[in-house]
């Protein structure tokens, strides 16, 4: 699946000097995402005729029957299936609805949740339970992110056959390739990589190993200082395709890095 145009990756291979076969290599390792940003980080001229597509925070609504995940920490992320471009993600998630984050970025989670409440089931809003640290014990503050549409290349295209050979021919400028991953990457929303609270899908952005590897996958991941604005630390949620696509979110494995 080609997720960038091909007269686009051509122009930029020769504005920066990547001969075809390279660049053709580097394009097959390409995943989309998609950028869950506030909406003064939107890039410029993207800003209008808008519809959020998911929230930090604030208090989730959930269906009668269903309780508040235990031990799964603070509620920390809303994110509108119906909202999210559907031609941007390569992994199946639910078309309409909404996916419900529970988490905590204090260190390290015992716990996890996400919770899919689909479109037209009644749901009420439901206060914080008992047992949260005080640190916790306020809901985040609630504000609404809006999508962008992104590109990640994996975490080893360095390591790429035709990378590694045109790298070791031009010793002398290591950062012709770099140049033009940062650029490809760009390419899918016009400018530098907009600063996002979370992603869904692609590849992991993470501060130590990649978890998503091993046949797993990025649900999600979902910047601490993003939403409590004094924990540095990143939450990423990952699964198989399968689990994901079949809505198995009890078999997601939450991994947090600072």
């Avoid at 869950?36 to 519809?51: A, Q």
């Avoid at 920490?73 to 993600?89: K, N, Y």
């Avoid at 290349?153 to 031009?170: L, V």
């Avoid at 002398?172 to 016009?190: K, P, R, W």
């Amino acid at each position: 699946m080609a997720f960038i145009d091909e007269r686009t990756l051509t122009g930029l291979a020769e504005e920066r000097g990547v001969p075809g076969d390279v660049a053709g290599e580097l394009a097959a390792l390409l995943r989309p995402c998609v950028h869950l940003v506030k909406y003064e980080d939107l890039p410029e001229g993207g800003r209008s005729d808008l519809r959020p597509a998911g929230r930090t925070g604030g208090l989730p609504s959930l269906p009668e029957g269903v309780e508040w995940p235990g031990g799964a920490g603070p509620f920390v992320l809303s994110v509108d299936c119906a909202a999210l471009p559907r031609d941007c993600l390569d992994i199946e998630l639910p078309s309409d609805g909404q996916l419900l984050f529970f988490t905590t970025f204090k260190y390290e989670p015992e716990t996890s949740a996400v919770l899919h409440v689909p479109a037209g089931v009644p749901a009420t809003e439901r206060p914080l339970p008992e047992g949260l640290d005080d640190a916790e014990a306020a809901a985040y503050e609630p504000r609404p992110l809006y999508a962008v549409r992104g590109l990640t290349i994996d975490h080893d295209w360095y390591g790429s056959p035709a990378a590694e050979a045109f790298e070791a021919g031009r010793a002398e400028d290591d950062e012709v390739l770099d140049c033009f991953v940062e650029a490809v990457v760009n390419s899918a929303h016009g400018g530098p990589s907009p600063h996002s609270v979370a992603r869904i899908g692609g590849f992991s952005a993470p501060w130590q190993v990649a978890p998503d590897q091993d046949g797993l996958v990025l649900l999600a991941q979902i910047s601490g200082n993003g939403i409590a604005h004094d924990l540095f630390t990143l939450n990423l949620m990952v699964g198989t395709r399968e689990d994901i696509a079949a809505g198995r979110w009890e078999n997601l494995l939450c991994v947090q890095q600072c």
